[in-house]
């Protein structure tokens, strides 16, 4: 019920380059596999989402005049299934696109139409489909609405079971870029064997073992009047998962040849030069849970590993494979959208540890309703390059390592308290090298302390109220922060929330502004109307050294979502 | 069955193509006469240094202004009854990422001459005043518009637009992109002439500008629209530059070039042949004036002028002539 923060969020999460997150991912097409025949007719399902907003100019906080006053994003899922058949399409439409989006969305049209059959050994799409393989490091597609992303590939994939325990998936097509295609081809192969299927014997074994193996190419015609540019650019992987009881490790290493793009150039005196370094990627997971505890080791390695099907392509455009974050994605307002990180694909060292306690109910600790207890921390550095002239590259020994990029170290402990009563307490120390991750100079390393309290407070059965209460302490970049949200829920329909930020540290006087917020929502099964009136902070979205400014607004936003 | 299974897995194979390991290229002065010409160098990085006594000036023999005597070149070739394009740079005073992308277009000039028609126009966030340093405001109404219309600044900062011409509604383009479009389009005939003769009067600050366009081409999809702009080169101001080797980003004396200050004809042109197509053979001669902002250097400002499709504003041909004749 956190509503205030995820709309607020909406546009300002359009600043987290790191928030490059699955949460869109294939609710299309990927949920046509469970359908069954409802009938002669078929089935027709789908949802809609509109999201209007009213801008007024105000020059305190910087927000421009809009020139159409009113912009709006739209789409509309509709899929129809018959048995093993299904087709669908996808709406959109951006009169004209809202601030913060990318302005190349403007206009409406179907962006989005596939049909796929499915059998028990072959399923077979055509059109748009959204796809990865193993992690994502080689490729993956994936729509994500609220940050303007959709990298699907319009083409065609055929999946195959084709023995026992044996998947193999291969696809080919062109990436949908606005409301077009890119101009590379994208091709690529997937197989997974997952040997307690294969094997009889091991069908009942408690440790479970898959490993799995992938190829990408790409083609783009080289037309580059100076270079000899590498048209088919390819790009492997290997991985493989063990899972034993109570245990888990699972592990990919990836590899591309040599691609010069637009995001790899690099200046070596004076000059911008073409990369030719081929570049690869280590991704290793440890996971251990019990009744109770659960803990999660990671390692991740990132080296020239930018792969896209335009070279010329730069921002969230036309990527093909995508790099985890190894670090925690934030919900509460400070820690998510003031200083998120985003994957350096050009070269990064991640290590990220947790530990998640629950304190048995009943217990001296844990109290009537128990106590839970998380631990995170996640710390990213670059790596430690040197040019290769003759080569026209950069190298990097694998252990060292350059100059921190983030580093998060927090705890959450919460509590309910009473049947009426629960809280929660979070505490977040934040280091974020601004120039890295933003593509900038001169502002340096931040170091924030962040603390948020949560608490819910059920006043009788049905009405919530819920406070929360968070602090950003620096004396740095745009200096401390306090946040307040008060949030009443009348179960299932209504709720109430008012914000306020204030940015109360901001170094210049002038700047030490209020960003109040109001939100009223009504919910009807599956359908929900938030309507929204407010401030809402500036911020800079950099991504491989391009970068947009989203703009301050204030003014009304409706927003309004339905499913079918 | 097995024989389906067989026939899947060849396709899914054959569908992913093989690889291309190519050789990087070797920077370094890829031209004989420099003092520091390095024979292994097969892409020129612009380090060439010469003897001071060398004589400069076009060393392109099909330039109309051909120097046999020059040997080395002066980045200045002009060209005529050849297509010329328009290349447009949008940026922003503290866009650190900027001057990369006006080393791209520097770089094209000197490669192709005239036949490159630059442009910087300032848009955006990253144009915004900001004083003390970055205080001087380079936007102006017609770049705005074009801003908005083409998204460039919402898109992120340096890109640019070559030719204005869209592929699948996208009109930007990656700086890193610029040199291939630019030798795709110049590969092309052209379609048009385009001539421009400046009179200038030092006394009013007075500029005519006649334009003699000479169609070479059955000309569809009309209407076109005629823009007149004014260019101003040699501007010296505050830049933001990331190249990791200043040790302030903060250059002072950052000399902007070929910068959007006014246009002649609003955002989007004048009208052509009266709103009908154009036909091969036809001459259309127009004429405008102006008088020059007192702030803008009358030696350095330039008149640029593009003939384009008033549907998508792709250009047809474009050109540049300094205000006063060199």
């Not at chain 2, 010469?50 to 070739?77: E, I, R």
């Not at chain 2, 290349?87 to 036949?115: I, K």
């Not at chain 2, 890193?176 to 389009?185: K, P, S, V």
Request: glycine share 10%.
């Amino acid at each position: 019920m956190r509503n205030i923060g995820s709309l607020v969020l909406t546009i300002l999460i359009a600043t987290s380059a790191s928030a490059q997150d699955t949460g869109q991912q294939a609710t299309t097409n990927g949920s046509s596999n469970n359908q069954s025949d409802k009938g002669k007719w078929g089935e027709v399902h789908g949802n809609v989402q509109f999201d209007t907003q009213i801008y007024n100019p105000d020059t305190a906080i910087g927000a421009p005049p809009v020139p159409e006053k009113l912009l709006m994003n739209g789409f509309t899922n509709l899929i129809y299934t018959k048995g093993k058949f299904t087709v669908g399409i996808r709406y959109e439409n951006y009169l004209n696109v809202i601030q913060g989006f990318d302005q190349r969305y403007k206009g409406q049209g179907i962006a989005y139409r596939f049909a796929s059959f499915d059998t028990d050994f072959l399923s077979i799409t055509v059109g748009n489909f959204y796809d990865q393989f193993g992690s994502g490091m080689v490729l993956r597609t994936y729509v994500e609405p609220g940050l303007g992303f959709d990298n699907s590939i319009d083409g065609a994939r055929v999946k195959a079971h084709v023995l026992g325990g044996v998947y193999v998936k291969g696809v080919i097509g062109k990436q949908r870029t606005f409301f077009d295609v890119g101009p590379g081809i994208v091709r690529g192969i997937d197989g997974e064997i997952v040997l307690n299927e294969t094997f009889k014997k091991l069908a009942d074994s408690k440790t479970r073992f898959s490993l799995g193996g992938s190829f990408v190419s790409r083609y783009q015609e080289d037309d580059d009047p100076d270079f000899e540019l590498p048209e088919n650019v390819s790009a492997w992987a290997a991985r493989f998962n063990l899972t034993s009881g109570k245990f888990g490790l699972n592990g990919e290493y990836a590899s591309k040849i040599n691609d010069p793009q637009a995001s790899n150039t690099f200046l070596y005196e004076g000059v911008l030069r073409k990369n030719y370094s081929p570049g690869n990627a280590v991704l290793l997971n440890a996971t251990f849970a019990t009744e109770g505890l659960g803990v999660i080791l990671s390692a991740k390695r990132t080296q020239n590993m930018d792969f896209r099907s335009d070279r010329y392509a730069s921002g969230f455009n036309l990527n093909i494979n995508y790099l985890p974050a190894l670090t925690k994605q934030h919900t509460y307002l400070l820690a998510a959208s003031l200083y998120p990180y985003a994957t350096q694909p050009n070269g990064e060292w991640a290590v990220q540890g947790e530990v998640s306690y629950q304190i048995k109910r009943g217990s001296k600790l844990g109290g009537k309703y128990g106590t839970y207890i998380n631990v995170n921390y996640s710390h990213a550095f670059g790596l430690d390059t040197v040019v290769n002239a003759a080569k026209s590259g950069l190298d990097a020994s694998f252990f060292g390592h350059g100059s921190l990029y983030f580093r998060d170290i927090n705890v959450e402990i919460s509590r309910k308290f009473t049947k009426e009563f629960k809280a929660a307490v979070k505490y977040f120390n934040i280091t974020y090298n601004k120039d890295v991750v933003q593509g900038l100079v001169g502002y340096g390393t931040i170091n924030a302390h962040i603390a948020v309290v949560d608490l819910t407070y059920k006043i009788k059965p049905k009405h919530a109220l819920r406070l929360e209460l968070q602090g950003l302490f620096t004396g740095q970049d745009d200096g401390s922060w306090a946040v307040a949200i008060l949030e009443y829920t009348w179960s299932p329909h209504f709720f109430v929330a008012v914000l306020d930020q204030w940015n109360y540290g901001n170094p210049k006087e002038k700047k030490q502004l209020h960003y109040p917020y109001i939100q009223v929502g009504y919910t009807h099964n599956a359908s929900r109307i938030t309507l929204s009136y407010g401030r809402q902070r500036a911020g800079i979205f950099c991504v491989g050294g391009i970068c947009r400014n989203v703009p301050a607004s204030n003014g009304v936003s409706l927003s309004i979502t339905t499913s079918f | 069955m097995k024989k389906n299974r067989i026939l899947i897995l060849a396709v899914a194979l054959l569908a992913t193509g093989g690889c291309d390991i190519v050789e990087p290229p070797k920077y370094g002065c890829t031209d004989p006469i420099a003092d520091n010409f390095n024979p292994e160098a097969d892409h020129d990085d612009g380090s060439c240094i010469y003897d001071p006594s060398l004589f400069k000036g076009c060393t392109d023999s099909t330039a109309a202004n051909y120097d046999p005597q020059a040997l080395v070149s002066n980045c200045h070739c002009i060209y005529d009854n050849v297509r010329k394009i328009l290349v447009e740079d949008y940026t922003g005073h503290t866009c650190g990422n900027c001057p990369r992308a006006a080393e791209v277009l520097h770089e094209l000039e000197c490669e192709w001459g005239d036949r490159v028609v630059p442009l910087a126009v300032h848009v955006g966030f990253f144009a915004i005043p900001e004083p003390p340093m970055y205080a001087s405001d380079y936007r102006t109404t017609f770049g705005t518009d074009w801003n908005l219309n083409f998204g460039n600044s919402a898109a992120g900062l340096p890109n640019g637009m070559v030719n204005r011409t869209p592929d699948g509604g996208n009109y930007i383009r990656s700086y890193t992109a610029w040199a291939a479009l630019t030798a795709n389009f110049l590969a092309l005939p052209a379609e048009a002439n385009m001539t421009l003769t400046n009179t200038y009067s030092e006394a009013t600050r007075t500029v005519n500008v006649v334009v003699d366009i000479n169609v070479l081409a059955n000309l569809g999809n009309g209407p076109y629209k005629l823009n007149v702009v004014v260019s101003e080169d040699s501007i010296v101001g505050y830049q933001k530059d990331y190249d990791p080797n200043l040790v302030d980003e903060n250059l002072p004396d950052y000399v902007h070039m070929h910068m959007l200050r006014t246009s002649l004809t609003g955002s989007w042109g004048a009208d052509v042949n009266s709103g009908a197509n154009l036909t091969s053979g036809s001459n259309l001669t127009q004429s405008f004036s102006i008088v020059l902002d007192e702030a803008w250097v009358d030696h350095n400002c330039n008149i640029v002028a593009w003939l384009a499709r008033d549907d998508n504003k792709s250009v047809i041909q474009a050109e540049y002539r300094p205000v006063i004749a060199e």
